[in-house]
């Protein structure tokens, strides 16, 4: 069974729910076997495993689910910024999470991909900017209750105020995958440097300096240790990537998957 597929349906942030696109871990009949654990009281006796409890001297339960259909999301950032870089862009990254997140997928799930400029899962009225609050919020308007949900992004355009990553919380098995500031260790730029805004391509003369290069760093540092808070503070699991990390890596790391 692929790792990340059996991470998913174990999730102990998932809703418990069930319905369409909700697996549902539960002891009884099932398909996928889980673990071995003690013998509990109310535990189905036809479940004890006779070989362990022997091995053990203790009675041993085997824990089962049934393996269900998913719906697998993702709101795939591809704004101008993920296009940094210092030897190739985060988005390149971002896409072998996005690989890695579809690579779970078996026969009878659902895969949508929201934020992206390949395909959008909402028809839009135009062909404005897609923001992420917008994509926050088609996310919410169309993806069914217990919908494993990946995010993958720098979070830039992040909404001040939580409420709807609070809500998809609730609502979805949800991932936050940030991607990493391609200077998270170090500012190179030394002297009068012109900088070019990623996202609106304007541009400032600035001097660097020691100092400058150490603040930097600690900025960009604070901000992501902020975004992983607010995440977590909103029940989504947190992952970070940087340029040059395998996406799909990161990806596993942030399930807890070797």
């Known amino acids: 069974m692929n790792?990340?597929?059996?991470a998913l349906?174990?999730?102990k942030r998932r809703p418990r729910l069930s319905g369409a696109g909700s697996p549902t871990l539960f002891r009884g009949d099932g398909y996928e076997f889980v673990e071995l654990r003690a013998y509990a009281p109310g535990d189905d006796v036809r479940r004890i495993d006779w070989a362990a409890t022997a091995r053990s001297a203790q009675l041993q339960t085997r824990v089962i689910f049934e393996d269900v259909a998913l719906t697998l999301a993702v709101l795939l950032d591809t704004s101008p910024s993920m296009q940094a870089g210092r030897r190739r862009p985060l988005l390149a990254a971002a896409r072998e999470a996005l690989d890695a997140w579809f690579g779970a997928a078996i026969s009878g799930d659902r895969r949508v991909q929201i934020f992206s400029d390949e395909a959008l899962a909402y028809p839009m009225a135009s062909n404005a900017p897609f923001s992420l609050k917008d994509a926050l919020n088609?996310?919410?308007?169309?993806?069914s209750r217990g919908t494993a949900l990946l995010a993958i992004g720098d979070f830039w355009d992040m909404p001040e105020d939580d409420d709807a990553i609070v809500f998809l919380g609730r609502r979805f098995d949800c991932t936050a995958l940030?991607?990493?500031d391609p200077w998270f260790d170090e500012l190179p730029l030394r002297?009068?440097?012109r900088i070019a805004d990623a996202e609106s391509a304007?541009?400032?003369l600035l001097y660097i300096g020691a100092r400058e290069a150490r603040k930097y760093v600690a900025a960009v540092r604070e901000r992501e240790?902020?975004?992983i808070e607010r995440f977590r503070r909103a029940n989504w699991r947190t992952g970070a990537f940087g340029?040059?990390?395998d996406g799909g890596a990161a990806l596993m790391h942030a399930f807890g998957v070797r």
């Not at 088609?138 to 993806?143: D, F």
């Open 3 to 6: 790792a990340l597929r059996e």
């Open 9 to 11: 349906l174990r999730g």
């Open 138 to 143: 088609v996310a919410a308007a169309v993806l």
């Open 178 to 180: 940030i991607a990493r």
């Open 191 to 193: 002297g009068f440097v």
């Open 202 to 204: 304007r541009s400032q």
């Open 225 to 227: 240790e902020q975004l």
């Open 243 to 245: 340029e040059e990390e």
